[in-house]
């Protein structure tokens, strides 16, 4: 039960309010989870790539770089955005301050990414990349329930937008 059973006592909808705070808490952590499996994917991908002779030179302009190159870029810039966002929202925590905003970013982004980013990294590993000989089939399936629990991607927005903009949860659904 959530509060208590009547709606004149002060305490009546505090139950709901405590279980929304929870995901203050919750939510960074399932962020790091992504992170952390997003992590282990990028690197598995971009080793497996540089014994293929695939490895990137940050110094070329990106025009110059082929699409799997490109790819691996984009998996590490989307990796660490998340994990930027993930560190803000557990920071603010830790010094005692409400990151409920932080909290729905970090999880939003994080689930976001690590979809992307063992989705790509299978791609790019070509027909191992599906085989069960290697763990990146199994990182993209864990991907999925981090993007979907501690509230999915639309609910997060939806937290996003109407703190943003100042919209109760009347007036923005």
């Not at 279980?19 to 919750?26: E, I, Q």
């Not at 999880?107 to 976001?112: D, N, T, V």
């Not at 790509?120 to 089939?137: D, F, H, I, Q």
């Not at 100042?166 to 659904?173: A, I, N, T, V, W």
Request: aromatic content about 6%; hydrophobic content about 45%.
């Amino acid at each position: 039960m959530l509060g208590t059973l009547d709606p004149q006592q002060p305490a009546a909808n505090k139950g709901f309010k405590g279980a929304m705070k929870t995901f203050d808490a919750s939510r960074p952590a399932v962020a790091a989870s992504a992170m952390g499996i997003a992590r282990a994917a990028l690197e598995f991908t971009r080793d497996k790539l540089a014994e293929e002779g695939i490895v990137l030179d940050y110094t070329k302009p990106r025009h110059e770089l082929t699409a799997i190159e490109r790819d691996l870029m984009e998996m590490e810039v989307r990796h660490k955005g998340a994990w930027l966002l993930t560190l803000r929202a557990v920071g603010m925590m830790a010094h005692g301050e409400s990151n409920r905003l932080a909290a729905s970013m970090c999880k939003f982004r994080a689930g976001e990414a690590v979809t992307w980013i063992t989705q790509k990294g299978v791609e790019l590993l070509g027909p191992m990349g599906y085989s069960r000989e290697w763990l990146a089939e199994k990182w993209m399936r864990d991907a999925k329930i981090n993007d979907i629990y501690e509230g999915t991607k639309q609910i997060n927005q939806l937290i996003i937008a109407r703190s943003i903009l100042g919209y109760s949860r009347r007036e923005l659904k």
